[in-house]
Every structure is written in structure tokens, then in C-alpha cells.
């Protein structure tokens, strides 16, 4: 589902490279932890599967298909198949739930019909039937993080990207996002997550990649944390 072929990135103005001549496959359905220290590269991964940013040198191959050769006008359409998490939730908070969520699949032009099914069948999903006409701002944390899984998987992605989902979360809350992630993964969506969580890491006992200053310096299928920070 996604392979990085001798991926190499290095930022304009920077001498090390983020990525150094990174190979990796990772197949459809996996759930894969990306651990390692701040800066090792984590975050330069997940953008460059987005086509957020593009490899020095290397390929970078999303569903068979060579990224980087894709013509601008369908990189919406590989973005389409990847759903996005972030630590900060990004919410649209004059929107309500309802309106976050169904404004996904407005924007590729889902018919209303579609969308009047879909949005609340998947907050349902997430736990949170009933409360579709509240803001972001009146919901707890851990409940805006559900609304933002909703919105990523709400056009069922074949790839949900997370880049530290648990980061402004207490523990318990954090256990109840990553069930939810377990979930989505168990319907075949390859799930990819770089975190700084150790205990969560250590609970779900899925492959880990560890890198460190843009290497693979590990890779454990049912793997720890292991880093220390
Ligand atoms: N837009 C950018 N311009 C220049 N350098 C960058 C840019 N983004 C990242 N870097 C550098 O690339 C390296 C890898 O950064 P990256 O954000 O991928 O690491 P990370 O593992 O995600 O870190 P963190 O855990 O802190 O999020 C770092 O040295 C960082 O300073």
C-alpha cells in the first residue's frame, strides 16, 4: 500500500538530510507505530505519503501508484484516499460536529443524500450519536479528537494517517482514541501513527519502525516503544 524506494529528503537550507535513503513497505491493512526521537523524521514521512513534500531522491509508491510522478491535478484525488489526524484536532470551530464532518464530503462533491447517510452512521461509529449539533469548543478534548477520526474516515480512506492523535490527551482518553483507530484498521485501512506515547505503543503491541535521524533503525512486527526519550 505505501513502499518507499531509497527515499532521501533534504530540506532547502539543511545540510543533514531529514530522510536518508529510507526503504519501506508497508502492506495493505497494517497498523504501523513510527517511533523516535523529535527531528529523527517522523512527521517528513507522513507528508511526503500525502505528496506534501517530495523526495530528493527515491520513490515514493501510494496504492501502486508512483507519487511523485502524478500530475498536480490528481493529487487531490491520492489525498482523497488518505485521511488525516493531527495532535491539534483542527476542527473548524464555528462549524458544528455535523457540519465538520459532512464538510469533507462536500468538498469532493458527495451528493446530499450521501452525505446526510454517512455523517451520522460514522459519528455513531466514533460514540458520538447524539451530538452532532454542538461546536468543537463544547466538547472535551478527547471528543474533538473523535470528531477529527470521524472527518478523516467519513470517505472511507484505504490509508488514515495520525501524527501524534494522543498528544493533548490524558491516558484513559488516549486508550479510547486508539480503540477506535484499532477499529478502523480492523475494516482493511492501513493505519500509520507517529507517537511519542510509549504506554500506548507498548499496550497495542503492533510493528514499530524507530527512526532516528531519517534512518530505519528498527522495525518490529507486535513491537515496544523502546526509545527513550
Ligand atoms: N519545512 C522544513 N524546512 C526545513 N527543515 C525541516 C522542515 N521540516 C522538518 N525539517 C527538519 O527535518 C528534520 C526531520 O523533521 P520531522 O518534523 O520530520 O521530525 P519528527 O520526527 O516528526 O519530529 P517531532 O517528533 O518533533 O514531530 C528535522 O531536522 C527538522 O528540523
Known sequence: MIRFDHVSKTYTGQKRPALDALDLEIAKGEFVFLVGASGSGKSTFLRMILREERPSTGRVFVAGKEINKLSNWKVPKLRRQVGTVFQDFR????????????????????????????????????????KGDRLPGELSGG??????????????????????????????????????????NRTDTTVVMATHDSSIVDQMRKRVIELDDGRVVRDEAQGIYGYQN
Open 91 to 130: 476542527l473548524l470551530p464555528n462549524r458544528t460536529v455535523n457540519e465538520n464532518v459532512a464538510f469533507a464530503l462536500q468538498v469532493i462533491g458527495k451528493p446530499r443524500a450521501e452525505i446526510d447517510k454517512l455523517v451520522p452512521e460514522t459519528l455513531e461509529l466514533v460514540g458520538l450519536e447524539g
Open 143 to 184: 471528543e474533538q479528537q473523535r470528531v477529527a477520526v470521524a472527518r478523516a474516515f467519513v470517505n472511507r480512506p484505504m490509508i488514515l494517517i495520525a501524527d501524534e492523535p494522543t498528544g493533548n490527551l490524558d491516558p484513559a482518553t488516549s486508550i479510547g482514541i486508539m480503540k477506535l483507530l484499532d477499529r478502523i
